[in-house]
């Protein structure tokens, strides 16, 4: 049997695709190269890859901010060899792909406006912050809303709005690649002054 690959490395990611190059590891030829790989968050089975020809490839249809393991091993016309020492990493992030859950929003005074939500289920990295947009008039473009930028916390205040109206709001989380899609729209009515 052939024996196993060496100096496997990860040469690329992105937030979706990892490239991998390897020696062959061995003095006599190889027919063929099998990539094993898994995600490292689950007891999950390895995902084969077969019938690489070279010893460079790029596995794609990953995870975003999720970490893999790989490993390879080389076939000849006996079978397959044992695998290689296992290389890990983790794909990079992405923006959001879905939003902030469990939007609410209550008056604490006639101007003064608590909003509160959970994390996205899919936040594809790091979540650096959320965004509140706010308007009163539901009818202009989300461009047009007035903005409230917040850190990674699940509330945040808002001040110095009109009494007695009916805002409408949407939360969006953030990570450093970009925004994720704003919540449904909340209405909320601002007290009497």
Known sequence: LPKPPTSLIV??????SVTLTWDSGNPEPVSYYI???RAKT??????????????????????????????????????????SDPVETRTGEQAPSSPPLHVQARMLSASTML????PP????????????????DLDAPLSAW????????????????????????RVLGF?????????DVLQVKTQQG
């Open 11 to 16: 040469t690329e990611t992105t937030a979706t």
């Open 35 to 37: 990539i094993q790989y």
């Open 42 to 83: 689950s007891d999950a089975n390895f995902q084969e890859v077969d019938g690489v020809a070279t010893t460079r490839y790029s596995i794609g249809g990953l995870s975003p901010y999720s970490e893999y393991e790989f490993r390879v091993m080389a076939v000849n016309n006996i079978g397959r060899g044992p695998p």
């Open 115 to 118: 909003v509160q939500w959970e």
């Open 121 to 136: 289920e899919e936040p594809n990295g790091q979540i650096r912050g959320y965004r509140i947009y706010y308007t009163s």
């Open 146 to 169: 007035q903005k409230h930028n917040t850190d990674d916390s699940r509330l945040t205040t808002i001040s110095s709005l009109t009494p007695d109206i009916t805002y409408s709001l």
């Open 175 to 183: 990570t450093s690649v970009g925004d994720g899609p704003p919540s």
